[in-house]
């Protein structure tokens, strides 16, 4: 395994820890923030329901959250792809050149007569 390889494995485990960690904190912040406001809720007012009703409603929030991101890293994922594909569908010719398009070929020195490789 070269060196390239082992940081496109690290590359990928750290992007895979960053979104579990991001969607475990943006179901578990709604959650505890509207318990507390419930408890809180409960305490000055009375209100029994208070800590039920925002503990249900940090979880609709919570689960939307997961939703909206998961959501969004399969959008990436799948744009990340299609590029992917396009590239090496379109990618066919590789280096080679056209005739008289001013670029250099590969064999640097060479007069450009033709398609090189």
Do not use: H
Request: charged fraction near 25%; proline fraction near 3%.
């Amino acid at each position: 395994m070269g060196r390239r390889d082992r940081r496109n494995d690290w590359t990928g485990t750290g992007k895979g820890i960053s979104l579990i960690l991001q969607l475990g904190l943006s179901v578990l912040v709604p959650v505890f923030l509207c318990l507390a406001l419930g408890i809180w809720l409960q305490n000055q007012f009375s209100a029994g329901w208070a800590p039920v009703a925002l503990l249900l409603l940090g979880l609709l929030a919570g689960g939307r959250n997961a939703y909206v991101l998961a959501q969004n890293y399969l959008r990436t994922e799948e744009a990340r792809s299609r590029r992917k594909k396009e590239k090496e569908q379109f990618d066919l010719f590789g280096d080679w050149e056209i005739p008289g398009s001013g670029k250099e070929t590969l064999s640097e020195g060479k007069e450009n007569s033709g398609y090189e490789r």
